[in-house]
């Protein structure tokens, strides 16, 4: 059985920084695609950032700079740091896992964060 358990959200305050988790079980980690996705109020979901399962990153230019993904495949499981929070960042994060582009997707049941003073 796939699971993704995300955990690390809460309120921080502008300026802030959390680091989310995403551990992952019923799959082959290391073989797949990893990625982060937000979801705000009355907004469609958006990637925010994806880690191959070679170890390439990619970011959504909104958090370029602030944002970090990471693996550690030894632990099945994916990262976000996240720093110099805005309230733009505002929303529910989803982890995602995904084999090839195209094949079936798992998602996690996500996780809030709230920037806010």
């Known amino acids: 059985q796939v699971q993704l358990v995300e955990s690390g959200g809460g309120l921080v305050q502008p300026g802030g920084s959390l680091r989310l988790s995403c551990v992952a079980s019923?799959?082959?980690?290391?073989?797949?695609?990893m990625s982060w996705y937000r979801q705000a109020p009355g907004k469609e979901r958006e990637l925010v950032a994806r880690i191959h399962s070679v170890g390439n990153t990619i970011y959504v230019d909104s958090v370029k700079g602030r944002f970090t993904i990471s693996r550690d495949n030894a632990k099945n499981t994916v990262y976000l740091q996240m720093n110099s929070l805005k309230p733009a960042d505002t929303a529910v994060y989803y982890c995602?896992?995904?084999?090839?582009?195209?094949?079936?997707?798992?998602w996690g049941q996500g996780t809030q964060v709230t920037v806010s003073s």
């Open positions: 995602r896992a995904q084999r090839i582009v195209g094949s079936p997707a798992y």
């Open positions: 019923g799959f082959t980690f290391t073989n797949y695609h």
